[in-house]
């Protein structure tokens, strides 16, 4: 435990590795960095959204966020929450984490960056009987190796009304379609195998959390989802309303394909909109390649597709000479007057709300 990492604005004692497993002493991973800081932008964001999602209230338990973090692992999420969000923002931060001695860890890890121990609860439990016991949060952030799934249920019932539930799923294997018979097991829905399958697949997770939400009559609507290297991520926004259960239920599809059944999946929107253009807001807090990643998002957000064209394989075989430039590709649809995007999904993906043929004449025309 004697060296030192940093991240954002905080140090904690642990080891930058490049390879991370389940094993480690204390998991701490540096590829998450950008899972954790657009959590960081997202609740900075929310929290001046008052107005448009959370119910107005002079309670400051209301106005201010009762955080959970049931599988804190080296702490660096709360830590950084604690330190990058705006004061006053956090109401109590409750950590959590089942690897022996925690509390003496995470205190290190407080000590060492000037935290006041006192603004932490710490706990040492099952993530389940942890949030099962509690009085409830605005916040729950569920980011486990693997799957979520085991943590679905106690995090939905501990979730506040208009609170926000992050939702990490690392078993992409499943949810993109090398081992369908894992996720009809685990996510209840058949996964597609072509260039779609990370969108796909994401909307696949989105559909199972919201299940268990409708089972209590919680509709989560998810307000700022994504796939990235080897996870997905998806907060949903809580509102405790059958009527908006039932509209998501409709939003709930199969997709047909070559006589295929696939899905079901959520086909509804995968960003709020006026979440974005508060991130946009504070978006200066990101570092350059977060900045980078934040902004394909919020241009793609613009697009409410189902799915998007793989420019390669539409040229595949067709080809007239050079594939056309993305730019050129992009600038004959706008100037179609369709909306278009490139798409984080995929470095070779356009989402356009164009039909196929005219996405084809550009890349056939000679
Ligand atoms: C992927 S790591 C968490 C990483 C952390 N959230 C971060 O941002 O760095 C998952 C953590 O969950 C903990 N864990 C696994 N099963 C648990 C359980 N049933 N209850 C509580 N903690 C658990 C592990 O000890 C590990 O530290």
């Not at 899972?35 to 448009?52: H, K, M």
């Not at 690392?170 to 996720?183: I, V």
């Amino acid at each position: 435990m004697g060296s030192i990492v940093e991240e954002g604005s905080i140090k904690i004692f642990g080891e930058k590795k490049e390879i991370v497993d389940r094993k480690m002493p204390v998991f701490y991973n540096p590829v998450m960095k950008l899972n954790r800081d657009i959590s960081i932008l997202l609740l900075s964001a929310f929290s001046g959204l008052d107005a448009v999602y959370r119910k107005q209230s002079t309670d400051k338990r209301r106005s201010s966020f009762r955080i959970a973090d049931p599988l804190a692992g080296s702490g660096i999420r709360s830590l950084r929450f604690k330190k990058e969000l705006k004061e006053g923002s956090i109401y109590e931060i409750h950590v959590n984490d089942l690897k022996p001695d925690y509390e003496t860890y995470l205190k290190r890890n407080i000590e060492l960056n000037n935290l006041n121990q006192e603004e932490f609860i710490i706990y040492n439990e099952d993530a389940n009987l942890f949030l099962e016991k509690s009085a409830g949060f605005d916040y729950i952030d569920i980011d486990p190796f693997g799957s979520p799934n085991p943590f679905l249920d106690s995090a939905i019932r501990a979730l506040r009304s208009e609170g926000i539930l992050a939702v990490t799923a690392t078993d992409t294997s499943a949810l993109c379609g090398s081992y369908p018979g894992a996720c009809k097991r685990k996510y209840w829905a058949t996964p597609l195998r072509n260039h779609i399958m990370h969108e796909f697949g994401l909307r696949i997770l989105i559909r199972k959390v919201q299940l268990i939400g409708l089972q209590y009559e919680k509709a989560l609507i998810p307000v700022f989802s994504y796939a990235k290297d080897h996870y997905m991520r998806v907060f949903f926004l809580n509102t405790k309303s059958k009527k908006l259960c039932d509209e998501i239920s409709k939003k709930h599809s199969f997709l047909i394909l070559d006589e295929d059944i696939y899905g079901p999946v959520w086909t509804g929107d995968l960003w709020d909109d006026n979440l974005i253009e508060a991130m946009q807001r504070e978006a200066s807090i990101l570092d350059k390649e977060s900045l980078k990643f934040f902004n394909l998002l919020a241009e793609e957000s613009k697009i409410k597709e189902f799915g998007f064209y793989d420019i390669h394989k539409l040229a595949k075989n067709n080809l007239k000479g050079n594939l056309p430039k993305f730019e050129t590709i992009m600038n004959f649809l706008v100037s179609n007057g369709f909306k278009v995007s490139r798409t984080h999904f995929s470095p070779t993906g356009i989402k356009t709300d164009a039909p196929k043929d005219l996405v084809e004449k550009v890349l056939f025309s000679k």
